[in-house]
Antibody
Framework: QVQLVESGGGLVKPGGSLRLSCAASGFTFSDYYMSWIRQAPGKGLEWVSYISSSSSYTNYADSVKGRFTISRDNARNSLYLQMNSLRAEDTAVYYC?????????????WGQGTLVTVSS | EIVLTQSPATLSLSPGERATLSCRAS??????LAWYQHRPGQAPRLLIY???NRATGIPARFSGSGSGTDFTLTISSLEPEDFAVYYC?????????FGPGTKVDIK
């Protein structure tokens, strides 16, 4: 069965950095585009970034462009999100998400999420 | 960026009742709209994609309809596990965006 397990969240000061990881299992990781989606406390869902199956393509929300970097290691079935210059407004639960094959940006599998808190 | 609005914000119903949730887009998204269910403490789950197609394993009591700017998610008869927050999401224009959600709670 498909599993996506995020880790790496925590409390960080404004301007600090954090690296999120996502361990994937139960499917052929290298076949799928992957994304990060976040949810700030009391707010809705916000798409953050995606990476293509072979890492050829990446894209970012304007709110994180230049500060966040998505990457993957297909040999380790792992997805990452390097977050630099963190701001209070980056406080959110971050979900590792598998995109539906052949259908564009629909999200077929989600992890449980990892909480990132940016506060002094 | 396409803005999605959902109504009502909260829907209070009893098990066995029919739930009708609405999602409106700020401009046409054709049929490129999905619905997700999010139960507290669980991962969100894709229910419907391309406005009316049920995702794998989704019960038939969930159905979606609409095109253009107006969409509806219908739950024909609420089961106890259906009380959750429901989000719509469009993929017609970049970036993909989500609505603010409709909470279906127990009356």
């Amino acid at each position: 069965q498909v599993q996506l397990v995020e880790s790496g969240g925590g409390l960080v000061k404004p301007g600090g950095s954090l690296r999120l990881s996502c361990a994937a299992s139960g499917f052929t990781f290298s076949d799928y585009y992957m994304s990060w989606i976040r949810q700030a406390p009391g707010k809705g869902l916000e798409w953050v970034s995606y990476i293509s199956s072979s890492s050829s393509y990446t894209n970012y929300a304007d709110s994180v462009k230049g500060r966040f970097t998505i990457s993957r290691d297909n040999a380790r079935n792992s997805l990452y999100l390097q977050m630099n210059s963190l701001r209070a407004e980056d406080t959110a639960v971050y979900y590792c998400v598998r995109r539906k094959l052949g259908s564009g940006s629909y999200y077929i599998s989600w992890g449980q999420g990892t909480l990132v808190t940016v506060s002094s | 960026e396409i803005v999605l609005t959902q109504s009502p914000a909260t829907l209070s119903l009893s098990p066995g009742e029919r739930a009708t949730l609405s999602c409106r887009a700020s401009q046409s998204v054709s049929s490129y709209l999905a619905w997700y269910q999010h139960r507290p403490g669980q991962a969100p789950r894709l229910l419907i994609y391309d406005a009316s197609n049920r995702a794998t394993g989704i019960p038939a009591r969930f159905s979606g309809s609409g095109s253009g700017t107006d969409f509806t998610l219908t739950i024909s008869s609420l089961e106890p596990e259906d009380f959750a927050v429901y989000y719509c999401q469009q993929r017609s224009n970049w970036p993909p965006t989500f609505g603010p959600g409709t909470k279906v709670d127990i009356k």
